[in-house]
């Protein structure tokens, strides 16, 4: 391996560094300065005034929002991650090579398919007198809201997040030592305590980083609150697309998108360190 | 596991189990798919009749060309830029060693955990300061940030199960570092690049936040979407969806079978760089 910097090596390096520089580092940082900048007779002038801080901080709405989102996003990690498990466990253990190939490759495609239209679509489902309360109907049951309440707003979100929560509960499963667990039948003991002493302690940095995923990605959608959770009291990331979009008040909305990036890293280190902390007495 | 542990009632269970899973993740896109062939306007059971009017009038409608139009300039533009770029982070990270590397490969693989109404919020604040938001080169510029994490995450696999000893014996046998590239490296990511032009691609067709933010009045087909359902109920949605879904689809499709196909038989592969393994 040569050390010295080549015009070589850096036609391949460079393209990369300057791009996410330019685009992507220099906007986030953009971000910070511009959420204490003032807005005059609808402009945004350059200053460093903390007023934006001080009343965006100060609101019962944000607070309320705030709380509501992060409420959501927990909430969405447990379920999607306990409703997960079972299907991934069986993916690992019990299919055949073959069909856990299929498996995969079934799940990699509704990752990368309009989440926006999936949404849409299960507005068919759920509406008042959509698919489910006509089906329900016939057995004389309902009809029941299920748009517009936090039910949907958990369908939404385990739209956008089961797939890959899936793969990545998968991933780590599939790495488990196969031979702890025949270790632990040898010994009799039982299939759901196996599961529960033996192959989630085994699994569980991937588990848990799963669960960081689908509150990451949760903590910033705003399509689910709004088209299937109605919007009302709102998330953090629709106040941001309300702020962004009816006016200048840009600096605000950066006030709200640094607080949540704040959190995000928050809970993301929490998590990896607990993913990583050694077990033990 | 042939033991005491072993009971076919549970293993049903869960295969069934998984099989509710994929009915929960697949149906959106499948009633989508049946409702957009629905006479009625207001979707229900049981369903009116069959027809192609939904079809008919997404057709005549210049607005959903105009956002086509769009969404393959910036699809087509995107995944060759970002696949480039990619390539180029996954080959440094493959083959050199340097101070503040892993800072280098964290900027290449963070944009997607960062969520999409901060990153649009980001980038519209930053690009309209210095007059680049408003246009198609916006989105295209937002969109390789984006997709470039992808490609280079997928070149990178693919060098990964490269034997680093290949490169060297090109040079030893008097090739240059370009020639080395030209001959060995590129051959054998081949499927994966293709692969990453797919999979940006079909990234970039479906991104609808980002492009919301910066795309003023040119609109992306995703953009026009959620226009759409900002409006009313309309089945014409399901007929952009369902074009939308087969496209992304066939996508990513493709892109699987050409990484699944090599990372069955990596034998094959080395055979196709003229590189003998054992």
Request: some cysteine.
């Amino acid at each position: 391996m040569r050390k010295s910097i080549t015009l070589y090596g850096l036609t391949f390096s460079l393209p990369m560094l300057i791009w996410q520089v330019l685009f992507f580092l220099a906007p986030l940082i953009f971000l910070v300065a511009l959420s204490f900048w003032t807005v005059r007779n609808f402009r945004m002038v350059p200053d460093f005034n903390p007023d934006n801080w001080i009343r965006m901080l100060g609101r019962g709405v944000f607070w309320q929002a705030y709380f509501r989102t992060f409420l959501l996003s927990t909430s969405a990690a447990i379920v999607t991650s306990v409703l997960a498990f079972p299907c991934a466990y069986g993916i690992a253990f019990k299919l055949s090579e073959t069909a856990r190939r299929w498996a995969i490759f079934l799940m990699v495609i509704p990752f990368f398919t309009s989440y926006l239209v999936r949404v849409y679509s299960w507005q068919i489902f759920l509406s008042d007198n959509g698919i489910i309360n006509a089906l329900l109907a016939k057995v004389g049951l309902g009809p029941f809201g299920m748009l517009n309440s936090v039910f949907g707003v958990m369908v939404g979100y385990m739209t956008l997040s089961l797939p890959l929560v899936v793969l990545l509960q998968l991933f780590s499963l599939i790495f488990v030592d196969r031979t702890l667990i025949e270790a632990a039948h040898n010994l009799r003991c039982g299939r759901l305590r196996t599961v529960f002493e033996i192959v989630i302690p085994a699994a569980k940095v991937g588990l848990v980083i799963a669960a960081l995923f689908c509150f990451i990605l949760t903590f910033g959608d705003f399509v689910s609150p709004l088209y299937l959770g109605g919007g009302d009291p709102p998330t953090l990331s629709i106040l941001i697309t309300d702020t962004t979009k009816s006016g200048q008040q840009w600096p605000r909305a950066a006030v709200i998108a640094l607080t949540m990036i704040a959190t995000l890293l928050a809970v993301a280190f929490a998590a990896v360190s607990f993913a990583y902390r050694e077990r033990g007495r | 596991m042939n033991d005491f542990n072993r009971n076919s009632a549970v293993d049903w269970a869960l295969k069934l189990y998984i099989l509710l899973s994929f009915c929960f993740i697949f149906a959106p896109i499948a009633a989508s798919f049946v409702f957009s062939f629905n006479v009625d306007r207001f979707p229900s059971l049981p369903l009116g009749g069959f027809s192609t009017i939904w079809y008919e009038a997404v057709w005549a409608d210049p607005l959903v060309w105009e956002g086509l139009r769009n969404t393959l300039i910036v699809g087509a533009v995107v995944s060759v830029l970002a696949t480039a770029i990619g390539f180029g982070a996954a080959y440094t990270d493959f083959r050199y060693a340097f101070f503040g590397k892993t800072v280098y490969v964290a900027l290449a693989l963070l944009p997607p955990t960062i969520p999409v109404v901060i990153l649009g919020l980001a980038m519209l604040a930053f690009l309209s300061t210095i007059d680049l938001s408003g246009a198609i080169y916006s989105v295209i510029i937002a969109h390789v940030v984006m997709c470039a994490p992808f490609a280079m995450a997928i070149c990178r696999l693919r060098l990964s199960q490269m034997d680093p000893s290949l490169e060297a014996a090109a040079w030893n046998l008097g090739a240059t570092e370009w020639m080395a590239m030209r001959h060995v490296i590129l051959p054998f990511c081949r499927p994966a690049i293709m692969a990453a032009l797919f999979i940006t691609m079909a990234v970039s067709f479906d991104e609808f936040a980002v492009a919301w933010f910066v795309s003023g009045l040119n609109e992306t087909l995703p953009v026009k979407v959620l226009g759409f359902l900002q409006g009313q109920v309309s089945p014409r949605i399901n007929v952009i969806g369902t074009f939308v879904f087969l496209a992304s689809m066939t996508l990513i499709i493709l892109a699987q079978i050409l990484l699944m196909k090599r990372s069955v038989s990596p034998d094959d592969a080395a055979t196709d760089t003229g590189a003998v393994t054992q």
